[in-house]
């Protein structure tokens, strides 16, 4: 199994910038991709940047967050940031670190998520 921890959310005003961290632990090893997803009071949630690990392709963004968040991972560790830059109210959200079923290896076949934590932009 994989558990997910993540940390870094808050409360800012339009155009501040908020970073969040999510550490992988148990079977890591099994883990190709980990993302950001997000979501808002009664909507579903939704992908917002996912980090290709073990195949070296370009991390994939929500076109509603591109240019202005940045997905990173730290390299001797299972640990994925999401730098949000430029935030806007409508980024409030309860964000989730998650590890999708279809890019893992050797895991049982679900979603595997975070605990999310809380951004709200307000002024």
């Known amino acids: 199994q994989v558990q997910l921890v993540e940390s870094g959310g808050g409360k800012v005003q339009p155009g501040e910038s908020l970073r969040l961290s999510c550490t992988a632990s148990?079977?890591?090893?099994?883990?190709?991709?980990m993302g950001w997803y997000r979501q808002a009071s009664e909507n579903e949630r939704e992908l917002v940047a996912l980090?290709?690990?073990?195949?070296?392709?370009?991390?994939k963004y929500a076109d509603f967050v591109k240019g202005r968040f940045t997905i990173s991972k730290d390299n001797a560790k299972y640990t994925v940031y999401l730098q949000m830059n430029d935030l806007r109210p409508e980024d409030t959200a309860v964000y989730y670190c998650?590890?999708?079923?279809?890019?893992?290896?050797?895991?049982?076949?679900?979603?595997?998520w975070g605990q999310g934590t809380q951004v709200t932009v307000s002024s």
């Open positions: 998650g590890v999708p079923p279809e890019w893992t290896t050797g895991l049982p076949l679900h979603n595997y």
């Open positions: 148990g079977k890591i090893s099994g883990i190709n991709a």
């Open positions: 980090f290709y690990i073990t195949n070296g392709w370009p991390a």
